[in-house]
């Protein structure tokens, strides 16, 4: 088959399958020695694994199941009041627009989504975020965007925040592994982000990461044993569940280094992706989502009429008929009545991939 869809779920090595298996195994082995006295160590260690990977201090980050998790549990332990402003983008994850939306009905506040033009042609949408934070209470920010995997330029809307005095919670789904991520300097409140996407960790494995003043007030997604003690404890205390997708964060980091690290896989992605953008975009004469400097190993075009109908079914539709008739799996996503087609590159990939992408939509289009 031809799996162009990294991005929505990752892909675990079976290295790190059977690390996860060894894990539960262990567990089922002996319970009381695995979850009394081997499970915190071991938590605390993959946990500062991941700190070191993304650029921050252990103390500063805690192991969560998803990127939705993450923002769940800042978006919970903020006081949001009537008439107070929840800002985002247009673009935010639909997931993440329900968990803002749930906050503001249960208090009276409402949701403002800055609409960021697509293709990005200009930075005119950053002067209109600057406008909707005046006086907003919290603020969700994408880093990689979903549907058109575009990378934000989040250092400036973090300074826009800043600039209002707007708490910024950043989504980083996609970014650990996919861009060189250093989370501390990046200065923002709170950022959560994915290892199950770019880093190729079992699912369910994240993180949240939170500026000290506010690490105290964040509740986790369970209370129980930890309760009152340090806010990574309570984290990490979710009650007898399987936990072996986190204590397999070294396995997986041991992968990337045993083929060359992340970095140089990074670079193979990026370079890939650009070529394959370049191929559908001489192809089929499509418009890329975003300039080159704002796409990494994700990249998305606008996909013609001729294609497909620019509604939810027609992109089920050419999805189904992509995987059935061709063995092409990509997401084609509608996005303000328009459909955009997203391909990512991982190491698995190469250009024929692609190739078999043109090809079928070039048939598709003439039949
Ligand atoms: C921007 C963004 N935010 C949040 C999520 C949710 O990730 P998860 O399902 O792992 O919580 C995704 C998933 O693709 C995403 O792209």
């Known amino acids: 088959m031809h799996f162009l869809n990294h991005g929505s779920f990752g892909a675990t090595p079976l290295v790190v399958q059977e690390e996860q298996s060894r894990i539960r195994a262990q567990m089922e082995a002996q319970p009381i ?7 915190p160590g071991a938590l605390s260690h993959s946990a500062a694994l991941v700190a070191e990977l993304v650029g921050a201090r252990p103390e500063d980050l805690v192991l969560v199941d998803n990127a939705t998790a993450g923002v769940n549990a800042v978006l919970r332990s903020i006081q949001v009041g009537e008439g107070d402003r929840l800002v985002t983008l247009s673009h935010v994850y639909p997931a993440v627009r329900n968990s803002m939306r749930a906050i503001a009905a249960r208090s009276g506040a409402s949701v403002v989504e800055v609409r960021l ?3 990005v042609l200009d930075d005119a949408w950053l002067e209109e975020l600057d406008q909707a934070l005046v006086g907003a209470r919290v603020a969700v920010l994408d880093h990689v965007t979903s549907a058109t995997g575009l990378v934000l330029p989040i250092q400036a809307m973090i300074a826009l925040c800043r600039k209002h005095g707007v708490p910024v919670l950043v989504d980083g789904a996609h970014a650990p592994g996919l861009l060189p991520l250093q989370v501390q300097a990046l200065g923002a409140d709170w950022y959560t982000g994915n290892l199950h996407k770019w880093v190729c960790a079992p699912k369910g ?7 000290p003043p506010l690490q105290g007030s964040l509740q986790p997604p369970v209370v129980g044993h930890a309760y009152g003690q340090d806010w990574r404890q309570t984290f990490h205390t979710l009650g007898t569940r399987d936990y072996s997708n986190w204590l397999s964060v070294p396995a997986v980091l041991d992968f990337w280094r045993s083929i060359g690290g992340l970095e140089r896989a990074r670079e193979h992605n990026d370079d890939l992706a650009s070529q394959a953008m370049s191929l559908l975009q001489d192809g089929l004469g499509v418009q890329a989502a975003g300039p080159q400097q704002m796409r990494a190993a994700m990249a998305a075009f606008l996909l013609p009429q001729s294609i497909a109908s620019a509604t939810p079914q027609g992109s089920l539709e050419l999805n189904d008929l992509l995987w059935e008739k061709y063995r092409i799996e990509v997401p084609i996503t509608p996005h303000e009545g328009r459909l955009w087609l997203r391909i990512s590159a991982q190491l698995y990939n190469e250009l024929d991939d692609y190739r078999a992408l043109l090809s079928a939509l070039v048939a598709i289009q003439g039949e």
Do not use: G, I, S, Y
Request: glycine share 0%; charged share 10%.
């Open 117 to 119: 033009p697509c293709p």
């Open 205 to 211: 494995t994240a993180f949240l990461w939170a500026a």
């Open 33 to 39: 020695r695995f979850f009394v006295r081997h499970l």
